[in-house]
């Protein structure tokens, strides 16, 4: 992530096709911007896959059904994406 977030900051959208572990954000790549040291893609969150577990784990604490964390999810507009 931390590479991803370099790319970004300094517009390198070329070398951030060229580097295998953040090519995959090279079509939105425009689309991107760190605020608070925090990747986002428009206005959703891109959550690290080191953290998505965690990010899940957290929504569904406290709920006994499975389509409310469903639905903060969404409402909180995350995205997660397979590799980082």
Given at each position: ?84
């Amino acid at each position: 992530m931390s590479k991803l977030k370099e790319y970004i900051k300094s517009g390198s959208q070329k070398t951030c096709a060229e580097y295998q572990r953040t090519k995959q954000f090279s079509q939105v790549f425009s689309e991107l911007c760190v605020l608070d040291d925090i990747v986002w893609k428009g206005y959703k969150v891109v959550i690290p896959r080191s953290l998505q577990k965690r990010v899940t784990e957290l929504s569904h604490k406290g709920h006994q059904c499975m389509t409310l964390p469903k639905q903060l999810l969404r409402l909180l507009k995350y995205i997660i994406l397979p590799s980082i």
